[in-house]
Nanobody
């Protein structure tokens, strides 16, 4: 079994910062792309940031220059540093990754989500 467990969400004032973490656990052979998505009430889930195993990154236009995705391959963990947060960043943030279990091919996995609320 493979699990993705997010942490680090919470309530923050506009202009503040939060750092999300997502740790993958289980019988993991390899992890390719790791992603952060978010979903606000009434909206579709949207891709926020992606990082490849080699460290290449991509961001949604709405978060460029404010959010930074990074990963620690030795710890099977991905991070999302969120700075200059805005009320419109309020959403449930989900970790997502392409993971190969031992003796198996790659499958896509989701975490349970962590709430980020930006409000004064």
């Amino acid at each position: 079994q493979v699990q993705l467990v997010e942490s680090g969400g919470g309530l923050v004032q506009p202009g503040g910062s939060l750092r999300l973490s997502c740790a993958a656990s289980g019988s993991i052979r390899s992890i390719n792309d790791m992603n952060w998505y978010r979903q606000a009430p009434g909206n579709e889930r949207e891709l926020v940031a992606t990082i490849t195993r080699a460290g290449s990154t991509n961001y949604a236009d709405s978060v460029k220059g404010r959010f930074t995705i990074s990963r620690d391959n030795a710890k099977n963990t991905v991070y999302l540093q969120m700075n200059t947060l805005k009320p419109e960043d309020t959403a449930v943030y989900y970790c997502n990754a392409d993971i190969a279990r031992r003796f198996f091919g790659f499958n896509n996995y989701w975490g349970q989500g962590t709430q980020v609320t930006v409000s004064s």
